[in-house]
């Protein structure tokens, strides 16, 4: 049995969501534990961890919650649970207007954290 290497806590992860009515593709930096809003999504990534390319398991992967707002400002949530780079389909965002993904996870990005916005 091949040796499988731990996977390594980063404090960014990167997405990609579609807006299904415009056909338009954003990609965006998030940290850990930080809430950002993609159209009517609330996403905030609790934890994002990747292996080294070697490693025969899923290698980059997020856990995450995504809320859906609603016009009269309440949220509900939609999705909990775990989201993969390598299988973007295996745990989807069930949205009818939008699609979120897994890209990537990082160490660091060019937009500054929280506490310095």
């Known amino acids: 049995m091949p040796a499988q290497a731990q996977p390594v806590a980063n ?13 338009r593709i954003t990609r965006f930096d998030v940290y850990v534990d930080e809430t950002v809003l993609f159209g009517a999504l609330e ?5 994002c961890y990747d292996r080294p390319s070697s490693d025969t398991l899923q290698r980059t992967s997020a856990f995450l919650e995504v809320d859906q707002l609603s016009l009269d ?22 949205h009818a207007v939008y699609d979120v993904w897994l890209i990537e996870c990082k160490t660091s990005t060019n937009v500054p954290p929280p506490s310095e916005r």
Do not use: H, Q, Y
């Not at 404090?11 to 056909?23: M, N, R, S």
């Not at 996403?43 to 934890?47: D, E, H, K, S, V």
């Open 11 to 23: 404090p960014v992860a990167t997405f990609a969501g579609l807006d299904k009515i415009t056909g």
């Open 73 to 94: 400002g309440t949220s509900e949530r939609i999705f909990t649970g775990w989201m993969f780079a390598d299988s973007p389909a295996l745990n989807a965002v069930d």
């Open 43 to 47: 996403i905030t990534p609790r934890a």
